[in-house]
């Protein structure tokens, strides 16, 4: 019902705006289920369940890179062969793969690259038999870094894969 001159939308557009943002304001969210544990959020702060970095992701263990690189060398695949027999044995564990890059090169470089890195360890593990469906995968580039110095030893820890266990 639109009366002449706009009348009715002048006066019903403010409330509809309010109504709007205190619905907003109320948490519109998604409920979380008991089991399922949300990734971290904060820089150095890992979830509650844990994950491969803090050495707290119920054995699963952080995959390494060499420099400028997403191949899977010999050991990380010895270490993703033992992170899927982790997985096949808790059939519901589901975790998060973050790609994460060392402080040299630009954002969307390293934004990219750390993608490359976590999609390459999650088709890894899906060709060792773990669902798609346990498995998500994020890219933080160079902005969450382990060590901040800039020696080769430093970089060399920033070049990864960390594990985030997103439900038990």
């Known amino acids: 019902m639109i009366r002449k001159n706009g009348?009715?939308?002048?006066?019903?557009?403010?409330?509809?705006?309010?109504?709007?943002?205190?619905?907003?304001?109320?948490?519109?969210?998604?409920?979380?289920?008991?089991?399922?544990?949300?990734?971290?959020?904060?820089?150095?702060?890992s979830s509650a369940a844990g994950d491969s970095d803090s050495g707290r992701a119920l054995g699963l263990v952080t995959i390494r890179f060499p420099y400028d690189s997403f191949v899977l060398n010999d050991s990380a695949k010895e270490a993703l062969k033992n992170n899927a027999s982790i997985m096949k044995d808790k059939a519901s564990l589901s975790v998060q793969i973050e790609g994460h890059c060392d402080s040299r090169g630009g954002v969307q470089y390293n934004i990219a690259l750390g993608e490359k890195r976590a999609n390459a360890v999650k088709k890894y593990l899906e060709g060792m038999g773990i669902s798609a469906e346990r498995l998500t995968t994020i890219s933080y580039g160079k902005e969450r870094l382990l060590e901040s110095a800039e020696t080769e030893e430093a970089h060399a820890k920033n070049r990864r894969a960390n594990f985030v266990i997103t439900s038990k």
């Open 7 to 45: 009348n009715f939308l002048r006066s019903t557009l403010p409330l509809a705006l309010m109504t709007l943002a205190a619905l907003m304001a109320s948490g519109c969210s998604k409920k979380q289920k008991p089991d399922e544990i949300s990734p971290s959020t904060d820089m150095g702060e």
